[in-house]
């Protein structure tokens, strides 16, 4: 775009436009308009890509953490990591996790008072209700 009658002034993030008159001012503003639409959705749609990271990383972090239960019966050193991860119960219920994870997950919490992940006393725990499935006794 090539206007004489106006200067574009960066501050910061921002880009101000400074026209010699209203109407060069209102004229640039509404041939930016598609633009700064188009800007507003990108910025949406990498919010929304950073937070599918995060829940992925988390997710893999969660698993990680059953794995040392699950592989190596290591409950206690996996509870101390994954205390670590800030992961809410909520969290939890939604990252799908298999049978396999959710029982690896079941067993660090086991017998851990205060934990946010259940425990003996889950009901009273920061993180609200237990995410994970009541066990299956028939089996």
Known sequence: MDRPDVEFVTDGDAVRIKAQSLLAQAETMKEFKPLMEYCRQLEAENARLKAEREIEFQRGYTI???NLE???????????????AGVTRDEIARMDLTDYDLKALAEIEKGRRGSPYGGEDHDNSPAGERALPPQDQSK
């Open 64 to 66: 990680a953490c059953c």
């Open 70 to 84: 699950g592989l190596h019966g290591c409950s206690e050193v996996a509870f101390d990591v994954f205390s670590q």
